[in-house]
């Protein structure tokens, strides 16, 4: 690891708790930020503690620029002012420690650490084997190759007829049912005659650039190939098909999961026939917000259950369900109930401006104890 701290003295004192646990091993110590962006790439450090107000660069620019050269470390902030926090977890940072330093608070941050560090090695293990494509529609729709390069589809029904086969990868799709979902306002001989068309450019366009996915004739149907990659809604769905209550044995593997959803399905890609499975996604995406961050409250982690529950409400302001149980999670806190009425007052607001509606009645009923 690496610390950067603008005063000697308190770098001085960091080293000396720091170096007290046994599962850190700091590799540089720097006042000057600039000389630690400098040694960066030499040092090759997991993890970078970094102080938020120095003259030279503020710890928020210094953490940007750290990760654009290595995206995997681990950014630690150390700072005497509380209004950095919001600010310090756009980075975003896995912690936020306010001085002075203490053992307590380097053995809680290293356990997340530890963490953060296991789950990025399982992903590592399951990418380092052979580079295929990558996949992604949830959030969005994109594809690289093998050699990171955004595959590019000729016409937009191409890509469309691509989508859908994703959604169901391996299976055979007749060809009436792609021209009813894609051709259904023309008549039936010119509808055949563009998926046709379009069957053709896609097999063209994967022939050209994927090695891991083509498009196969089967009878009256087209089966998309994919025994030898997986998209992230695959991922997903799979998943949560078969996964068993958030224990310590799975928790990683499923905050894994939790990260693979981006956003709705193909993002703001407007496919009539998508609809039905986007709520599905989100449904089951609820669902696993609600259970990790049950499971961080039931071991008393409240900081990992609100950094859960605010991700999902990142994609997802105005979820009742989860908007509540982000306010009871606050009011288990005495310190937090003025946290708690201004995240209240800007959901009722958020509610107003966005529905024209107000909070559920259990809600208003739960708020009404901290008027």
Not at 7 to 30: D, S
Request: net charge negative; charged share 30%; hydrophobic share 40%.
């Amino acid at each position: 690891m690496m610390i950067v701290e603008d005063e000697q003295l308190i770098l001085n004192l960091m080293k000396i708790v720091i170096e007290r646990n046994k599962q850190l091993t700091i590799v540089g110590c720097f006042t000057n930020p600039l000389q630690a962006l400098a040694e960066l790439p030499s040092l090759k450090p997991d993890v970078a503690f970094l102080d938020i107000e120095m003259p030279e660069m503020m710890g928020l620019e210094l953490a940007e620029k750290v990760l654009e050269v290595d995206e995997d470390i681990q950014i630690v902030f150390t700072t005497a002012y509380e209004q950095y926090a919001i600010e310090a977890f756009k980075v975003p940072a896995v912690d936020y420690i306010l001085k002075p330093i203490t053992p307590e608070e380097i053995e809680r941050v290293t356990n997340r650490l530890l963490k953060n560090h296991n789950h990025m090695r399982v992903i590592k293990d399951k990418t380092s084997q052979i580079q295929k494509e990558s996949i992604f529609c949830l959030g969005t729709f994109e594809i690289r190759n093998e050699k990171r390069i955004v595959i590019k589809f000729p016409t937009r029904k191409t890509e469309e007829l691509l989508a859908y086969f994703l959604i169901h990868p391996n299976q055979v799709v007749s060809k009436w049912r792609l021209t009813e979902l894609l051709w259904a306002d023309i008549d039936g001989h010119r509808s055949i005659q563009n998926l046709y068309n379009t069957i053709y450019r896609l097999k063209k366009t994967l022939k050209e650039h994927s090695k891991w996915i083509t498009l196969k004739k089967v009878n009256e149907g087209y089966m998309l190939d994919m025994s030898n990659v997986k998209s992230d809604v695959d991922e997903f769905r799979e998943y949560l098909q078969y996964h068993s209550a958030i224990s310590e044995e799975n928790l990683v593997e499923s905050e894994r999961v939790f990260k693979l959803y981006k956003g709705p399905l193909f993002g703001l890609k407007d496919y009539i026939w998508k609809i039905g499975l986007e709520e599905q996604l989100e449904k089951q995406y609820s669902s696993l917000t609600q259970q990790i961050a049950h499971y961080y409250y039931s071991k008393g982690e409240f900081d990992e259950a609100e950094k859960i529950l605010k991700t999902f409400l990142s994609l997802y302001p105005l979820h009742d369900k989860l908007n509540l149980m982000l306010l009871k999670l606050y009011s288990s806190d005495p310190d937090e109930l003025n946290l708690l009425r201004s995240y209240y007052d800007d959901y009722v607001k958020l509610l107003q401006k966005e529905l024209g509606a107000t909070p559920p009645l259990e809600t208003q009923h739960f708020m009404r104890r901290f008027k």
